[in-house]
């Protein structure tokens, strides 16, 4: 299962308890979630045509840096469900864009146009999630 795949799950799980009430969204958390949402439209997510690795590899690694932040702001069911999200997004922190240096690359690798999709499909999924905001009330 891709990066996509996994995020699809926990937002799928996020869905049930809210739908079930197991999770009501306090003030705090819905602010929050809606600080991560602004953040992450304001990308602007350049299409693969277009943005090079360099610049794609930026915006999800601005994405996942601000999921973190979220997390670090919160408590309860968003922070849990925001951790499990950047576990799955975790391949992004070992890609890398640039050739490796004198022959070190720290375990780094340059990630495939097919990965680099799914990591911003599994973004743009995040950030549907928190823009409908049918299930925060």
């Not at 996942?64 to 391949?91: D, E, K, R, T, Y």
């Amino acid at each position: 299962m891709g990066m996509d795949g996994a995020v699809e799950g926990v937002i799928d799980e996020a869905l049930r308890d809210l739908a079930a009430g197991h999770w009501r969204m306090s003030r705090t958390e819905r602010a929050r979630a809606e600080e991560l949402r602004v953040t992450l439209g304001s990308f602007g997510r350049p299409s693969a045509e277009v943005a090079g690795v360099r610049e794609r590899l930026e915006d999800l690694r601005e994405g996942l840096a601000a999921a973190a932040i979220c997390v670090a702001s919160c408590h309860g069911p968003l922070a849990w469900c925001l951790s499990q999200v950047i576990l799955a997004l975790n391949p992004i922190l070992s890609w890398r864009s640039l050739p490796e240096v004198a022959g070190h690359d720290y375990g780094t690798v340059i990630p495939t146009p097919d990965q680099l999709t799914d990591a911003e499909q599994a973004m743009a999924r995040l950030h549907h999630f928190l823009t409908d905001s049918a299930h925060w009330r």
